[in-house]
Protein backbone atom coordinates (compact mmCIF):
# COMPACT_ATOMS: atom_id res chain seq x y z
CA UNK A 1 0.00 0.00 0.00
CA UNK A 2 1.73 3.60 -1.32
CA UNK A 3 0.60 6.42 0.98
CA UNK A 4 1.10 9.94 -0.47
CA UNK A 5 0.99 13.16 1.60
CA UNK A 6 0.81 16.52 0.58
CA UNK A 7 0.90 19.92 2.15
CA UNK A 8 -1.05 22.69 0.83
CA UNK A 9 0.03 26.23 2.74
CA UNK A 10 1.28 23.85 5.85
CA UNK A 11 4.27 22.37 6.14
CA UNK A 12 4.39 18.53 6.87
CA UNK A 13 6.46 18.06 10.32
CA UNK A 14 7.93 14.60 11.16
CA UNK A 15 5.53 14.35 13.43
CA UNK A 16 2.39 14.60 11.60
CA UNK A 17 4.07 12.59 9.04
CA UNK A 18 4.23 9.61 11.97
CA UNK A 19 1.30 10.04 12.82
CA UNK A 20 -0.50 9.52 9.54
CA UNK A 21 1.37 6.79 9.09
CA UNK A 22 0.62 4.92 12.21
CA UNK A 23 -2.97 5.93 11.80
CA UNK A 24 -3.42 4.44 8.26
CA UNK A 25 -1.87 1.47 9.28
CA UNK A 26 -3.73 1.14 12.48
CA UNK A 27 -7.26 2.06 10.57
CA UNK A 28 -6.63 0.30 6.90
CA UNK A 29 -5.29 -2.93 8.40
CA UNK A 30 -8.27 -5.38 7.16
CA UNK A 31 -8.46 -4.06 3.86
CA UNK A 32 -6.55 -5.93 1.36
CA UNK A 33 -7.35 -4.55 -1.68
CA UNK A 34 -6.14 -0.81 -0.99
CA UNK A 35 -3.28 0.35 -3.02
CA UNK A 36 -2.95 3.57 -2.92
CA UNK A 37 -3.94 6.38 -0.10
CA UNK A 38 -3.91 10.36 -1.04
CA UNK A 39 -3.77 12.71 2.27
CA UNK A 40 -3.82 15.99 1.70
CA UNK A 41 -3.37 18.32 4.49
CA UNK A 42 -4.58 21.90 4.33
CA UNK A 43 -4.42 25.12 5.99
CA UNK A 44 -6.81 28.08 5.89
CA UNK A 45 -6.03 30.44 8.27
CA UNK A 46 -6.67 29.11 11.30
CA UNK A 47 -8.77 26.13 10.25
CA UNK A 48 -7.06 22.41 9.25
CA UNK A 49 -8.62 20.73 6.91
CA UNK A 50 -7.70 16.56 5.71
CA UNK A 51 -8.73 15.34 2.51
CA UNK A 52 -8.50 11.51 2.34
CA UNK A 53 -8.64 9.49 -0.79
CA UNK A 54 -8.35 5.56 -1.00
CA UNK A 55 -7.99 3.81 -4.40
CA UNK A 56 -7.92 0.19 -4.94
CA UNK A 57 -9.45 -2.99 -7.13
CA UNK A 58 -12.52 -1.61 -7.69
CA UNK A 59 -12.79 0.87 -4.60
CA UNK A 60 -12.90 4.65 -4.55
CA UNK A 61 -13.58 6.42 -0.70
CA UNK A 62 -13.11 9.79 0.50
CA UNK A 63 -13.41 11.42 3.77
CA UNK A 64 -12.98 14.99 4.67
CA UNK A 65 -13.04 16.44 7.58
CA UNK A 66 -11.79 19.75 9.19
CA UNK A 67 -11.38 21.26 12.97
CA UNK A 68 -8.83 23.74 14.80
CA UNK A 69 -6.48 21.21 15.81
CA UNK A 70 -4.22 18.94 12.35
CA UNK A 71 -4.03 15.74 14.28
CA UNK A 72 -8.41 15.95 15.01
CA UNK A 73 -9.00 16.64 11.19
CA UNK A 74 -6.63 14.00 10.54
CA UNK A 75 -8.37 10.94 12.84
CA UNK A 76 -11.86 12.52 11.53
CA UNK A 77 -11.04 12.11 7.83
CA UNK A 78 -9.21 8.95 7.87
CA UNK A 79 -11.90 7.29 10.52
CA UNK A 80 -14.73 8.47 7.62
CA UNK A 81 -12.42 6.94 4.47
CA UNK A 82 -13.06 3.72 7.11
CA UNK A 83 -16.68 3.24 8.07
CA UNK A 84 -17.06 4.12 3.88
CA UNK A 85 -14.64 1.48 2.99
CA UNK A 86 -16.36 -0.92 6.02
CA UNK A 87 -19.49 -0.42 4.19
CA UNK A 88 -18.83 -1.55 0.91
CA UNK A 89 -16.56 -4.69 2.26
CA UNK A 90 -20.30 -5.37 3.86
CA UNK A 91 -22.24 -4.55 1.05
CA UNK A 92 -19.96 -6.72 -1.50
CA UNK A 93 -20.23 -9.59 1.14
CA UNK A 94 -24.11 -9.94 1.50
CA UNK A 95 -24.07 -9.34 -2.28
CA UNK A 96 -22.75 -12.65 -2.91
CA UNK A 97 -24.55 -14.95 -0.49
CA UNK A 98 -28.42 -14.30 0.40
CA UNK A 99 -29.79 -17.31 2.11
CA UNK A 100 -33.04 -18.64 1.60
CA UNK A 101 -33.01 -17.63 -2.12
Do not use: F, W
Not at 22 to 51: F, W
Not at 71 to 89: G, H, P, V
Amino acid sequence: MQVHITGRHVEISDGIREHIYDKVERTLIDCPHVEDVRIVLELQKLLHSVEVLVQGKNIHVEGKASSENMYTSIDEALEKAERQLRKLNEKVKDHHHHPGH
